[in-house]
């Protein structure tokens, strides 16, 4: 099946973006080149196409008592206009997905999730409806979506509205900004560990909101960014990527996000008991920061060994643009996760010493 088209790929090719086939969709890696768009989002501003995300709607009568279910976090805590991030489980407590819930009103909540799992979350939404009184639609293709992310995205985006954006705090929303004659549904939130906002609308509206960000922000020095730093801002920031640091084999328990579990929520939600029993009996492996001491850039799925035994694997590693070091993330047994114990990286069949750090590699975010 070929690739999707984002409405913005045009734009893209245009610009000179390095056009691959992610989840499914057409999307540019990179630009100018991921170093020099990791620091413009760190050090001042840079904007990204996520139109590919997924947007799934749940409306009617109990809606909120179902959402409520499917999520781990704690849903009827959540007011209007407010948005909190989540896992959905299944009932083993494996991962069918991380997203954030937007809640528009009590009857009525916004799922943007994952995109290459759009489809697999919608049916299993669906799935999990029983007798719960509620619409749910997945309303993906009619939805197109830009980050502006970094310390200037404030300014930058204030130049096209009338709305003060310090309106929206971290974490909320507001459904009618009117960005440059588009109107928009504009939230604090991103994937980066940097301030910004991102802009939902039309697959027409999108195109101009693109094009007017841009412009509004040459002062600034913004920069379209590609998913080459995507990747690196978010794993600096510590925030987790679906199929490396939580998936249907690897629980939020042992990737380190129990503050968005809530096991003691009065209502019952799909995984409850298994993470419940997991916690209680403790975890039999853990995520865990790591810097390399040795040469050698960990990968992805690298084995990682302690005298000589297996003990687990990397989930993500790099080289990280701000902190110009090889760094990863380990799964591994909890006991190897106290800071500054030594572990051997298997690269190429060699081991390369590393030792274990906190996951959280920025301080300042």
Not at 286 to 300: V, Y
């Amino acid at each position: 099946m070929e690739a999707k088209k984002t409405p913005l790929y045009d734009e893209h090719v245009g610009l000179g973006g390095k056009v691959v086939d992610y989840a499914g969709w057409y999307l540019p890696v990179q630009y100018e080149g991921l170093i020099a768009e990791h620091e413009a989002v760190r050090n001042a501003v840079g904007l990204f196409d996520v139109s590919h995300m997924g947007e799934i709607t749940v409306k009617g009568k109990d809606a909120l008592a179902f959402v409520d279910y499917l999520m781990t976090n704690d849903i009827s805590k959540v007011v209007d206009n407010q948005i909190v991030y989540t896992f959905m489980c299944a009932p083993d407590g494996g991962v069918v997905d991380d997203l954030l819930v937007y809640r528009l009103a009590h009857d009525d909540y916004y799922l943007v999730v994952n995109a290459s799992n759009t489809a697999k979350d919608y049916k299993w939404i669906l799935e999990q409806k029983g007798n719960f009184d509620v619409e749910i639609t997945n309303i993906s293709d009619t939805v197109g979506e830009v980050a502006i992310q970094g310390p200037l995205a404030q300014k930058v985006l204030q130049k096209l509205t009338k709305t003060d954006l310090n309106t929206i705090t971290f974490f909320t929303l507001n459904r009618k900004v009117d960005i440059n004659g588009v109107e928009c549904m504009v939230s604090r939130t991103g994937y980066t560990g940097e301030d910004g906002f991102e802009v939902y609308t039309t697959n027409e509206g999108i195109v101009k909101v693109w094009k007017d960000i841009l412009e509004a922000g040459k002062e600034e020095g913004i920069k379209p960014c590609g998913l080459g730093c995507r990747d690196t801002l978010r794993f600096e920031a510590s925030l987790p990527l679906y199929g490396h640091e939580i998936s249907a084999e690897i629980n939020p328990l042992e990737g380190g996000f129990k503050y968005f579990v809530k096991l003691d929520k009065a209502s019952d939600f799909i995984g409850k008991e298994a993470l419940n029993k997991q916690w209680k009996e403790g975890l039999k492996r853990k995520l865990a920061g790591f810097e390399m001491i040795d040469r050698g850039i960990p990968r992805e799925g690298y084995e990682i060994q302690k005298d000589g035994k297996v003990i687990g694997h990397v989930t993500t590693g790099y080289m990280s643009p701000t902190l110009k070091k090889n760094i990863g993330n380990a799964l591994i047994s909890p006991e190897y996760t106290e800071l500054g114990t030594e572990i051997d990286i298997m690269i190429r069949n060699k081991p390369a010493k590393a030792k274990i750090i906190s996951k959280k590699f920025l301080n300042n975010k």
